[in-house]
């Protein structure tokens, strides 16, 4: 069964066809009786001129025998009282001046012809004596036919991807997420379609990526809602200060964690940031040094940015630093070109090699560590995303001499 849309398309240039046929026809045809009307009038002066009105029957008679011969045709030559004057050929019926040209039956045609004089001129022969007649409907008809036909299958490939379009988002509308629609071509609906696609790609990362996020925060909280609960009782059963600063410690981390899960999945939804300003990174990451007690060192440098998603970035690195790596930890903060460095080392055990990039995925915990000993939760995943809205990125690198240390690029501010 055909879609609304083929037959609306398709009915709608089969109209446009016809209107076009018809009014084309129309103009013609009113072209053609324009031109009808002056080949009647200059072929009254012509045959005037080859028999004026003060030339003797024998001589008329003789004009019309010279012309009868060479046209094949019977000619008759009328007073304007109807009386014949001159004739060759087999006779004409006597009604022959009275007919309308064209008038003849079968493969004659006879033509009536009303002089400036008076006289009338019939004429009966085989070939009309003027130029043939055609119906200029048919033709454009035809040819409207054939753009019809050949319009068919156009049409009907161009609604056809619309239509697989339309499953495609309608599937995708159900539930399925994996659902994409072809995306062949250069036009427009190869254009929806591209974007069709790259939007449901982006949906289903983020899908896939708050499920991931979900199933890690929940496990992530379950061990400081625990230690929180049991604080509470001890606490309930016998009031002690290290219990009361446990419950403190607990609660610090529920908090650090929901605000980290929040800010990842804001950071998610987010392409650029706004209200971006420029920022010495120096001064920034002395700031945070100063809070953590990190040793900063390094040159002034400009980057634009959001001065809190930076500052975040800075302390994640230094807390991430100060919870698994070993003292001293220090950050350097360098220019290279229209490039800005900050690096933050520690001198601890460092990160097998097959696991330099997993460590940026949220909740991942390295192979060996225990329950106990925890992963690396939202902090490299933030900063991670934090360096990407940037404009920036971060790696890891191994130096040689043992430890770790975590390298962010941001685009300096000219």
């Not at 080859?50 to 030339?55: E, V």
């Not at 008076?118 to 130029?131: E, Q, W």
């Not at 995303?385 to 043992?402: F, L, T």
């Amino acid at each position: 069964m055909r879609s609304r849309l083929f037959l609306k398309i398709y009915l709608t240039l089969l109209a446009s066809l016809a209107a076009v046929a018809i009014a084309s026809a129309a103009f013609v045809w009113l072209g053609q009786d324009e031109d009808d009307s002056s080949w009647q009038s200059q072929r009254a002066r012509f045959v005037a001129t080859l028999i004026p009105p003060d030339m003797d029957r024998r001589s008329v008679e003789e004009t019309l025998q010279r012309f009868s011969k060479g046209l094949g045709a019977d000619i008759a030559v009328y007073d304007p009282q109807g009386k014949l004057i001159a004739n060759a050929g087999r006779p004409l019926p006597p009604d022959a001046v009275d007919g309308s040209w064209p008038h003849g039956r079968g493969r004659f045609h006879t033509m009536v012809t009303a002089l400036p004089d008076g006289r009338t001129v019939a004429v009966r022969m085989a070939p009309p004596f003027r130029p043939s007649g055609r119906n200029p409907l048919a033709y454009l008809a035809l040819i409207a036919g054939v753009i019809g036909l050949a319009a068919y299958p156009v049409v009907r490939h161009l609604t056809r991807r619309l239509e697989r379009l339309r499953a495609g988002v309608d599937a995708w509308g159900t539930g399925d997420f994996v659902a994409r629609v072809p995306d062949e071509g250069s036009d427009e609906v190869a254009a929806v379609a591209k974007s069709f696609n790259k939007a449901a790609d982006h949906v289903e990362r983020l899908i896939k990526s708050h499920r991931a996020l979900l199933a890690n925060a929940s496990h992530e909280l379950r061990s400081p809602l625990a230690r929180l609960r049991m604080a509470i009782d001890l606490y309930e059963q016998a009031p002690d200060d290290n219990r009361k600063e446990e419950i403190v410690r607990n609660l610090a981390e529920l908090d650090t964690l929901v605000e980290e899960i929040l800010l990842a999945s804001r950071l998610d939804h987010i392409e650029r940031l706004d209200a971006l300003e420029p920022i010495d990174l120096l001064a920034l990451v002395s700031e945070e040094g100063a809070r953590n007690g990190v040793d900063v060192t390094g040159v002034a440098a400009i980057v634009r940015g959001d001065v809190r998603l930076l500052g975040r970035l800075v302390r994640n690195l230094m807390q991430n630093a100060l919870r698994h790596g070993r003292p001293p930890v220090t950050a350097t903060v360098s220019r290279a070109g229209g490039t800005v460095e900050l690096r933050v080392r520690d001198h601890g055990p460092g990160i097998p090699e097959n696991e330099s990039t997993r460590i940026f995925e949220p909740f991942y915990r390295p192979s060996g560590r225990g329950e106990a000993s925890g992963g690396w939760g939202l902090g490299l995943a933030l900063v991670r995303q934090i360096a990407e809205r940037h404009g920036g990125a971060v790696r890891y690198q191994a130096p040689s001499d043992g430890g770790a240390c975590f390298v962010v690029s941001l685009p300096a501010y000219q």
